[in-house]
């Protein structure tokens, strides 16, 4: 299954770092936080990514035109142009970077990717945020209860968009409220082809119109995550991830990926 990231937005709340890179591209450690959640994703078997840029695209792309290099040690032969790795890489990622505009909201975003996706489900989430998750056990939930969209629900602090449930339908979706039941939209989505009909243009937020016209069909379901997230939105967010990712466990690292 394809999985889609969103890592097109200006980050502008971390503006420390993303005066020059993108906020996919701050580092937790010496690798990109994209880099992390695409190894979440990698280490249950799911590597076939596309990246949906737009903010400093030029950036994204060159981390990965580029990644062999950057991330091992070797020996260019200057007589011919050969290059020897002197490491074994344990990355087999196919990733797909797709230039979906500067200003296009993440609706819009997503809308652009039609032509990769294609007629099938595929995986989605934020090119910001960092998970414990069991993406086999997401995808399980998501094909049992057969309706267009799953998101998993995660219980943060009282910042984010706000969900109700009846059971594990969502009944209510609002933008940053004030919180009732605690939860909120955490991302790691599992979609199915469908809800490209429901994104009309590159103005549009996956979260209000879209989100909201699924909710009132009924076809929104919430896997709920009771164990890690933790998105990077400030600095604040960036100093906690840093400091989790230099202990002994970092808690978004399954131990036996």
Not at 243 to 247: G, K, V
């Given at each position: 299954m394809k999985v889609v990231i969103l890592a097109g937005g200006?980050?502008?709340?971390?503006?420390?770092y993303?005066?020059?890179?993108?906020?996919?591209?701050?580092?937790?450690?010496?690798r990109p936080i994209l880099w992390h959640i695409m190894r979440t994703y990698a280490s249950f078997g799911y590597n076939d990514f596309y990246l949906a840029l737009g903010y400093k695209?030029?950036?994204?792309?060159?981390?990965?035109?580029?990644?062999?290099?950057?991330?091992?040690?070797?020996?260019?032969?200057?007589?011919?142009g050969?290059?020897?790795?002197?490491?074994?890489?344990?990355?087999?990622?196919?990733?797909?970077?797709?230039?979906?505009?500067l200003e296009t909201m993440t609706g819009g975003r997503i809308k652009r990717l039609r032509k990769f996706v294609g007629n099938e489900p595929f995986m989605l989430t934020y090119g910001d945020g960092v998970a414990n998750i069991d993406i086999d056990a997401l995808l399980k939930f998501h094909k049992s209860h057969g309706k267009m969209v799953t998101l998993t629900?995660?219980?943060?602090?009282?910042?984010?968009?706000?969900?109700?449930?009846?059971?594990?339908?969502?009944?209510?979706?609002?933008?940053?409220?004030?919180?009732?039941?605690?939860?909120?939209?955490?991302?790691?989505?599992?979609?199915?082809?469908?809800?490209?009909?429901?994104?009309?243009?590159?103005?549009?937020m996956l979260e209000r119109e879209p989100l909201q016209r699924v909710v009132n069909d009924g076809e929104l379901m919430a896997y709920k995550h009771?164990?890690?997230?933790?998105c990077m939105d400030t600095r604040r967010d960036y100093d906690l991830l840093k400091?989790?990712?230099?202990?002994d466990a970092p808690p978004w690292v399954r131990l036996d990926s």
């Open positions: 200006f980050g502008s709340r971390l503006s420390e993303t005066d020059k890179i993108p906020k996919p591209m701050v580092t937790i450690g010496s695209a030029e950036l994204i792309k060159d981390y990965f035109l580029h990644y062999r290099s950057l991330n091992t040690d070797f020996t260019v032969d200057l007589s011919n050969t290059v020897e790795s002197h490491q074994a890489d344990e990355i087999d990622w196919r990733v797909t970077l797709v230039d979906t505009g629900a995660v219980r943060p602090s009282a910042r984010f968009g706000d969900l109700n449930f009846n059971g594990n339908q969502v009944v209510s979706f609002e933008e940053k409220p004030q919180l009732h039941e605690g939860w909120i939209n955490g991302g790691f989505f599992v979609c199915q082809p469908e809800l490209l009909d429901y994104i009309d243009n590159d103005n549009q009771e164990g890690f997230w933790h400091s989790l990712w230099e202990s």
